[in-house]
């Protein structure tokens, strides 16, 4: 019986086109407010399909030292080409990309999970230093 850990997947954004690349500055300063900016297909686009397509990014906050991350965003991508019509019909789309503005006291590491209805569970992470 896996562990939900064993079934995320993790790469490069730049050659697997299921991570979400994750778009932070590496210096931050305490107390301002930052852009994070999460996006899958960033390099490789993914497809955007009725039956295949990127259902929600999560973003989290891991400061150092502390056991607990905190949930910082999650973004749900709810329109893929769906229609009374059928499939790819609707022309409505939602692009897997995700910004939010974040602010602490703390330097940690963001990290983005991301789920395709079809190929299950990603992940990457990115460093974030406060000063
Ligand atoms: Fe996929």
Redesign the pocket.
């Known amino acids: 019986m896996p562990a939900l850990k064993e079934l995320i997947q993790s790469a490069d954004w730049k050659t697997e086109k299921?991570i979400p690349a994750v778009d932070a500055p590496a210096g931050a300063k305490k107390g301002e407010w930052t852009k994070i900016t999460a996006t899958v297909g960033k390099e490789i686009a993914?497809?955007n399909t009725t039956a295949?397509h990127i259902r929600w990014i999560t973003l989290f906050f891991a400061p150092d030292g502390e056991k607990f991350p905190y949930q910082i965003a999650r973004a749900e991508f709810a329109a893929h080409g769906e229609s009374a019509q059928g499939a790819d019909t609707s022309t409505v789309y939602t692009h897997p990309e995700v910004t939010v503005n974040f602010k602490t006291d703390k330097s940690g590491t963001i990290i983005a999970s991301s789920y395709?209805n079809?190929?299950g569970l990603w992940e990457s992470s990115k460093r974030i230093d406060v000063k």
Request: overall charge neutral.
């Open positions: 299921h993914h497809p295949h395709c079809i190929h």
